[in-house]
């Protein structure tokens, strides 16, 4: 055996053993729901909350979504708020009729006149300037809680001493290829993110759902920080006002929000404002490079085992050897990544997932060049 083989054999054992340790990593956010999963809710533990639903043209989306958050069974006090940026079908109509029957609604509105374009902030600073409450939880009108357990199960973290709450948003159940593959990805995701939160300083959090305490909010001037950013609300709330220990994170099979699958064209679009935002998030170089070891770990792996086995085709022992190391990984990897997807209640992955796997980077190729290519002042707020 050759040199070159040699050295070949010892770096993919290298590559072997520590692409098995990071594939550990997919078992966190799993463990992480199980353990919140088994426990019980208490009444006098429990903040009182306002749940602050931004929508924009989406009364459909509020006819069926909003009785379901108007209907939960929360032992403290609790309140929703709807914050209708200026939309022109019928939501103002739909949220007076709710009103009438049920007292915990509340609606306010952004004028057409408001010269900020960065209408998310604005309408989450106004829904939370109306909450008479402890805490509110951000989400949006696309959003669903999976029962009427939800908003007591997700308030659950929110202990003395913590002052955020990031919580897990999946897509609706769906067969479309494409619809599979922003499933993957959201996940592939949150279990980098949501583990870093709970052991480290927060990174990111979803506009989707996000708990944070009243008074923290104000004491930090809100989004004051970050104004000069479009998008990127939550996750830069959190990422420059939360310190390690003051985040907790709420995973639990009840408490994850389930969000109506978005459009196509819009899938890239959040992906290259994400890659925005990050470049302005603080812990970007120790997250960064956390996030590509695992994107790009299993792919060099993979290369390694390739041209490994091309320059041992002659010893068909070490060949099926290499092969089948590369086989346990990815076994062991689909057990770990669809026990935390089946405790998430998502769809597992299982033929599709190291076609997925390989085709994390590309897409995130894909996001990075389109951002290179956009102008930077699509991403920043302006004045009309």
Not at 24 to 35: D, E, F, K, Q, V
Not at 115 to 122: G, T
Not at 163 to 172: H, K, M, Q
Not at 213 to 231: I, N, P, T, V
Request: hydrophobic share 45%; charged share 20%.
């Amino acid at each position: 055996m050759s040199d070159t083989a040699l050295i070949a054999l010892g770096v993919n054992f290298v590559l072997w053993v520590l692409t098995l340790i990071l594939t550990a990593h997919y078992s966190c956010l799993g463990n992480i729901s199980r353990r919140q999963g088994v426990t019980q809710v208490n009444s006098q533990a429990l903040p009182s909350v306002a749940v602050v639903i931004v929508a924009q043209e989406e009364a459909g989306e509020l006819r069926r979504h909003l009785p379901v958050f108007l209907q939960q069974k929360y032992p403290a006090e609790y309140q929703v708020i709807v914050v209708d940026i200026h939309s022109t079908d019928d939501t103002q109509k739909l949220l007076e009729e709710l009103e009438e029957d049920y007292p915990q609604l509340t609606h306010s509105c952004i004028p057409p006149s408001a010269r900020d374009i960065s209408k998310q902030r604005l309408a989450m600073m106004l829904g939370t300037k109306t909450a008479c409450t402890e805490w509110v939880v951000f989400t949006k009108a696309d959003c669903c809680p999976g029962s009427n357990e939800w908003l007591a199960s997700f308030m659950l973290a929110a202990e003395q001493g913590k002052e955020a709450v990031i919580g897990l948003t999946r897509y609706a159940q769906c067969e479309d290829i494409q619809m599979r593959k922003r499933q993957f990805l959201r996940l592939w995701k949150q279990m980098l993110w949501i583990p870093f939160a709970e052991h480290h300083h927060p990174y990111w959090a979803e506009d989707s759902l996000l708990a944070y305490r009243r008074e923290y909010f104000f004491s930090h001037q809100g989004f004051r920080s970050d104004s000069k950013r479009l998008a990127g609300a939550a996750a830069l709330l959190v990422n420059r006002n939360i310190s390690k220990g003051q985040c907790a994170v709420s995973v639990s099979p009840k408490a994850v929000l389930i969000q109506d699958n978005p459009l196509p064209h819009t899938w890239l679009q959040e992906r290259v404002f994400d890659a925005d935002i990050a470049r302005h998030a603080a812990y970007k170089y120790l997250y960064g490079c956390w996030y590509d070891i695992k994107m790009l770990i299993p792919l060099i792996y993979m290369t390694s085992t390739v041209v490994t086995c091309i320059l041992c085709l002659e010893n068909y022992i070490l060949t099926g050897v290499t092969a089948a190391l590369w086989l346990c990984v990815w076994i062991v990897r689909d057990i770990v990544f669809n026990r935390t997807a089946r405790q998430l209640n998502i769809k597992t992955f299982h033929l599709l997932l190291p076609f997925l796997c390989a085709a994390v980077p590309v897409w995130e190729s894909q996001a990075w060049i389109k951002w290179c290519l956009t102008s930077k002042k699509v991403f920043r707020k302006k004045f009309v």
